[in-house]
């Protein structure tokens, strides 16, 4: 199955002030996304899997790296990402073989990790 990406409001590529490459986008989670269905049926929320997937996915679109990791690292997920959420994602190319990204609703930390290739 070909991974379904949020309709993104925003998405761009920048260099922060450490020059690492950084994807950045904000999205609305709609109450319809594919990946909500049955996960929960009485309360929807976005598999972490799915969160994970999206970041692979981004990253392999825009950097060219490989959409299969070694390993996951520190991964943390903070709070349920509900349908209706207005959230920003950042991806951050640490080095050629790994990434860091959070999700975030506002100030609240959704989700956050490493992943190395």
Not at 16 to 42: M, T
Request: charged share 20%; glycine share 6%; proline share 5%.
């Amino acid at each position: 199955m070909k991974t379904q990406l949020p309709e993104f409001s925003s998405l761009s590529e920048r260099v922060n002030d450490a020059d690492n490459a950084e994807i950045v986008g904000s999205f609305r989670l709609s109450e319809d996304c594919i990946y909500l269905q049955g996960h929960f049926p009485s309360a929807p929320i976005l598999p972490g899997v799915t969160q994970l997937d999206w970041v692979v996915q981004l990253a392999s679109q825009h950097w060219s790296t490989p959409v299969s990791i070694q390993r996951v690292e520190v991964l943390k997920f903070n709070d349920m990402m509900l349908p209706g959420a207005d959230v920003d994602l950042v991806i951050q190319r640490k080095r050629q073989d790994c990434i860091t990204f959070n999700y975030k609703k506002g100030d609240t930390a959704l989700s956050s990790g490493r992943l190395v290739f």
